[in-house]
């Protein structure tokens, strides 16, 4: 099974601040990598798809890159509504799907 | 617009056997390539992919559930059916299920049903 090492687990920032996650795969998922918001009590909500595509609807100050083994995702400017815990997500082609293990984003 | 909703019982004993029913509308699981999933989440922690069933009834399993877990659709319904036997404490989460775009990422979420598994 792909595992997916996310860091860091949690993260303190202040509002403008880029913020930096990153996610590493246990071994080559190509671009096959997807990255999600969630809100306390809320269901998750995808931002960015295929490493580095944007969802429709989401802010551009979102954004992604990376293929392979080691992926990044990146705020480029911090905003109060940013707080909320991020997962990546793999898929493989049988398909099975993996998620890491989550960052939580908190405003400093 | 999509949307999708979860229902079933929020406590059930140890050793019993979970129904979840994820009812859905603004696409039909009839046609090609549309897919629903189904995640969950444990309480304070991260998520985990259950099982997927596509619109020519492949369906799939997280390996380290596929014993347990069984992912069922009425399409006349518009309804995914997901059951889980010998349900344990640690069972205990919020359950999704989710729309799959291309097979690749799960793009419309319901709301969540949080199950608790207690005697």
């Known amino acids: 099974d792909i595992q997916m090492t996310q860091s860091p687990s949690s993260l303190s920032a202040s509002v403008g601040d880029r913020v930096t996650i990153t996610c590493q795969a246990s071994q080559d998922i190509s671009n096959y990598l997807n990255w999600y918001q969630q809100k306390p009590g809320k269901a998750p909500k995808l931002l960015i798809y295929?490493?580095?595509n944007l969802e429709t609807g989401v802010p551009s100050r979102f954004s992604g890159s990376g293929s392979g083994t080691d992926f990044t995702f990146t705020i480029s400017s911090l905003q109060p509504e940013d707080i909320a815990t991020y997962y990546c997500q793999q898929y493989d082609n049988l398909p099975r799907y993996t998620f890491g293990q989550g960052t939580r984003l908190e405003i400093k | 617009q999509i949307t999708l909703k979860e229902s079933g019982p929020t406590l059930v004993k140890p050793t019993q056997t979970l129904t979840l029913t994820c009812t859905f509308s603004?696409?039909?699981?009839?046609?090609?390539?549309?897919?629903v999933g189904w995640i969950r989440q444990p309480p304070g922690k991260a998520l985990e992919w259950l099982a997927l069933?596509?619109?020519?009834?492949?369906?799939r399993y997280s390996p380290s559930l596929k014993s347990r877990l069984t992912i069922t659709k009425d399409t006349s319904k518009n309804q995914v059916v997901l059951t889980m036997t010998n349900m344990d404490p640690v069972d205990t989460a919020t359950y999704y299920c989710?729309?799959?775009?291309?097979?690749?990422?799960?793009?419309?979420w319901g709301q969540g049903t949080m199950v608790t598994v207690s005697s």
């Open positions: 989710a729309h799959i775009r291309d097979g690749a990422a799960f793009d419309i």
């Open positions: 069933i596509y619109w020519d009834d492949d369906k």
């Open positions: 295929d490493a580095s």
């Open positions: 603004g696409f039909s699981l009839s046609t090609s390539g549309v897919g």
